[in-house]
């Protein structure tokens, strides 16, 4: 095909996509996750509620199939691997065939008895935790999702048939969370509603969801947990496919755990340099349970972590690290109550298509009020001087919501909806490191003059201990990757069992038992966990084949910049956008 043709062909073909890349948008992907909708921002969908019935399953398969073979029959031959529909072509398709292998082959509806409560809260959270609509409207869509969610409960007795005990164990263990949160958070963000009709059939349809959830943790109880034995295993060839359709990696699995291996000494060898220059003589792990004892005072946490605002934003903007397209800042804001056994920290954004509940909240889980006195001291381990700094970075600047920020900027709507974990996390992940390697918390390290220098950990402090003592919780949250990375692959080919999946994370990640346990148990459900790691690599080789691309010119910024302008595809279609070309990722 001339090239004359070809620019022709180009607009005709990009029209013809866009339409279908809409229709797939409208008539599936929201239609069959209608909370996705509410959180990305398209309305319309707010009284709707996942079904996750066999029927409505076999027909999204259906509907999934469909759409694959309308995609596909588009050509976009002798185009540029960077024109933009060609590649949101294969983020399309790659995302149609990610979920034709969970429903189709890893089959979760069939497998995790967690699915139905958690998209029960989940349903409901998104309704909630903004206010892009009145109390009253928000409350109206409330209820008629309420209203089928006791179907949606019914719907899990039909369908397990052989869950994984380690699955049936977690739901009973979540399930008083997500119990608590319909009995008292749910009524309590909806006290501005006015209507008093609205109000009473809101208490029906709120206890009618607490009954049902009820009576689902006693069946997982009594009925199922006995007979949950089945694998939560997924197998070398459907690992293989995951990673290939989610992040659009195909490496070999062995090749993959040298990568993770290698990396996984790397980091080693680092805190042991480091630990062996804080503290001469001492076991690392002697020295990872000092660093833990280095923490803020409870009541002081939230404080601390707002504390680094000023001097992340400082060094980004004097550093020239990356643009911040807004000064709005995110709201830090203690852990909504059911997400508080799950995670310590995190990055709520509004979604892409949000116009009005634009806030952005930085979640932070405290100690629980029933805790023992060492059971705090333990879990404050977690938010030593170092791992704050690593989860602010991660969190906030430059990591999600930085990114989060270049969302709009996107340059398609499939680059704003849909992308990679190796691109999101990876980004986070990378931005820990890169920020002390340019000497982010290092001694002389200059702030802006609003940061309030040597006051907080990270904030340019001349004190070498603090600076060694940041870059130790790095590491330590590096290793957290890094085992996930060997311990996804590991446990999901059948090489490692749970037990020693758990003496991994400790002996080799240098995690702490309690933390090792829940690890481990989020493994089994998240194969692919690698791509915190991966896309940290990921990035850290398109950086160095873009800065021998470009030579002098090279400006860490402008990378990242144009990084973060292509939304958050898989790592290989920013490659091509920087690069030009399709070469190897890894």
């Known amino acids: 095909m001339s090239a004359a043709i070809s620019a022709h062909a180009a607009p005709d073909w990009k029209q013809q996509f866009a339409q279908l890349s809409d229709e797939y948008f409208d008539q599936l992907y929201f239609r069959y996750a209608p909370s996705s909708a509410t959180a990305a921002g398209f309305h319309q969908y707010d009284s709707q509620l996942e079904d996750l019935s066999r029927p409505a399953i076999d027909a999204e398969i259906a509907t999934l199939h469909g759409f694959e073979r309308r995609i596909e029959a588009i050509h976009p031959d002798n185009l540029p691997a960077n024109f933009v529909p060609r590649s949101d072509r294969e983020i399309v398709l790659a995302n149609i065939r990610s979920q034709l292998l969970t429903l189709e082959v890893i089959r979760p509806w069939e497998k995790n008895p967690d699915d139905y409560s958690s998209t029960c809260a989940n349903g409901a959270f998104i309704l909630m935790e903004r206010n892009f609509a009145p109390a009253n409207d928000r409350l109206r869509a409330l209820i008629a999702r309420e209203k089928q969610m006791p179907a949606l409960i019914a719907a899990a007795r039909v369908n397990l048939q052989n869950p994984p005990r380690i699955f049936t164990e977690i739901a009973i263990e979540q399930l008083p969370d997500d119990i608590g949160f319909f009995e008292r958070d749910v009524p309590q963000a909806f006290t501005g509603a006015t209507d008093p009709a609205l109000k009473a059939e809101f208490a029906q349809s709120n206890a009618a969801v607490v009954a049902a959830l009820k009576d689902y943790l006693s069946w997982l109880k009594s009925n199922l947990l006995a007979r949950s034995n089945g694998d939560f295993r997924i197998g070398a060839d459907t690992y293989q496919k995951k990673l290939a359709y989610d992040e659009m990696v195909d490496l070999p699995l062995p090749r993959l755990l040298e990568i993770g291996w290698a990396d996984l000494r790397k980091n080693q060898e680092h805190f042991k340099q480091v630990a062996a220059e804080l503290e001469p003589g001492k076991d690392p792990h002697a020295v990872l349970e000092e660093l833990g004892a280095s923490h803020p005072a409870p009541d002081q ?286």
């Open 301 to 586: 946490l939230m404080n601390t972590f707002r504390a680094t605002f000023d001097s992340l934003i400082g060094f980004i903007q004097s550093h020239h690290i990356v643009t911040i397209p807004s000064q709005v800042r995110p709201i830090l804001e203690e852990t909504p109550p059911f997400m508080r056994a799950t995670t310590t920290a995190s990055m709520d954004t509004p979604g892409p298509y949000e116009t009005r509940a634009t806030e952005a909240y930085f979640n932070v889980t405290l100690p629980d009020a029933s805790m023992t006195p060492a059971e705090v001291e333990g879990y404050m381990h977690g938010f030593n001087t170092g791992t704050v700094i690593s989860t602010a970075v991660h969190e906030t600047y430059p990591g999600h919501y930085i990114q989060f920020l270049w969302v709009q900027q996107a340059p398609s709507k499939v680059r704003k909806l849909l992308g990679a974990n190796t691109n999101a996390e990876g980004w986070a992940h990378y931005c820990e490191q890169m920020m002390l390697d340019q000497g982010y918390g290092q001694p002389g390290a200059p702030t802006d003059s609003s940061s309030s220098a040597g006051s907080e950990p990270g904030t340019g402090a001349k004190d070498e201990r603090q600076a060694k003592l940041i870059r130790l919780g790095q590491l330590q949250d590096a290793l957290l990757r890094n085992a996930r990375f060997i311990v996804g692959i590991e446990m999901h080919t059948g090489k490692m069992t749970t037990a020693q999946a758990e003496e991994f994370f400790e002996k080799e990640g240098y995690q702490s038992k309690e933390n090792a346990v829940v690890e481990t148990k989020r493994g089994a459900g998240d194969p692919t966990y690698l791509y915190y790691t991966l896309g940290k690599l990921e990035i850290m080789k398109l950086r160095e084949d873009v800065k021998k691309k470009q030579g002098a010119n090279f400006s860490l910024e402008k990378f990242h910049d144009d990084f973060l302008r292509q939304g958050f595809p898989p790592i290989k279609i920013v490659r091509e956008a920087l690069l030009g070309d399709e070469s190897p990722a890894l």
